[in-house]
T-cell receptor, first 113, second 109 residues
Framework: NAGVTQTPKFQVLKTGQSMTLQCAQD?????MSWYRQDPGMGLRLIHY???????DQGEVPNGYNVSRSTTEDFPLRLLSAAPSQTSVYFC????????????FGEGSRLTVL | GQSLEQPSEVTAVEGAIVQINCTYQ??????LSWYQQHDGGAPTFLSYNALDGLEETGRFSSFLSRSDSYGYLLLQELQMKDSASYFC??????????FGTGTRLQVFP
């Protein structure tokens, strides 16, 4: 099992460009989420999904879109990248019966120039 | 509101015992999780205390007092590989956790 797979691992964008961070899981977990981690800021929840077809906003959703068409995939879209979106992005999954236990992908390091 | 406090940094020597405290306030009442993150890596789950008391997993133990909104992670027989950041993360719903800035643990030989 691959667990939680994120692509790309590294990306450099110019201000205004758009891109999609991919997240795929093979654990059949209903819950998926996206976090961003900035130096000294900890992890902040961007968007989350409790199942296919259902998404909701977290703490810092502005500038990001998500969709959940399948259980396995939860892509994060940056519509018009800004330097403030330079960060490390983590996708996480959770078994619906296991409160508090998240499984994280390896992260995607994004730099916006 | 929701808030969380833990020390920013802790240092210790190999073989020692260290305790990382966490106080929190959330809208939920779901217990407390702990995560470890090495530099450049992803957070990994260590433990989840659903009930009050001490849970032991090898060299690591985690304690929770829900009435005090307080918990701690106890690391025993410290090893160099334990140098990492540790996050307490109280769930504020069945599928949402709060992460603070974490505690950076440095273990010296």
């Amino acid at each position: 099992n691959a667990g939680v797979t994120q692509t790309p691992k590294f990306q450099v964008l110019k201000t205004g460009q758009s891109m999609t961070l991919q997240c795929a899981q093979d654990m059949n977990h209903e819950y998926m989420s996206w976090y961003r981690q900035d130096p000294g800021m900890g992890l902040r929840l961007i968007h989350y999904s409790v199942g296919a077809g259902i998404t909701d906003q977290g703490e810092v959703p502005n500038g990001y879109n998500v969709s959940r068409s399948t259980t396995e995939d939860f892509p994060l879209r940056l519509l018009s990248a800004a330097p403030s979106q330079t960060s490390v992005y983590f996708c996480a999954t959770q078994d619906s019966g296991m409160v508090g236990e998240l499984f994280f992908g390896e992260g995607s390091r994004l730099t916006v120039l | 509101g929701q808030s969380l406090e833990q020390p920013s940094e802790v240092t210790a020597v190999e073989g020692a015992i260290v305790q990382i405290n966490c106080t929190y306030q959330t809208s939920g009442f779901y217990g407390l999780s702990w995560y470890q993150q090495h530099d450049g890596g992803a957070p990994t789950f260590l433990s989840y205390n659903a009930l009050d008391g001490l849970e032991e997993t090898g060299r690591f133990s985690s304690f929770l007092s829900r009435s005090d909104s307080y918990g701690y992670l106890l690391l025993q027989e410290l090893q160099m590989k334990d140098s990492a950041s540790y996050f307490c993360a109280p769930p504020w719903d069945t599928d949402k956790l709060i992460f603070g800035t974490g505690t950076r643990l440095q273990v010296f030989p």
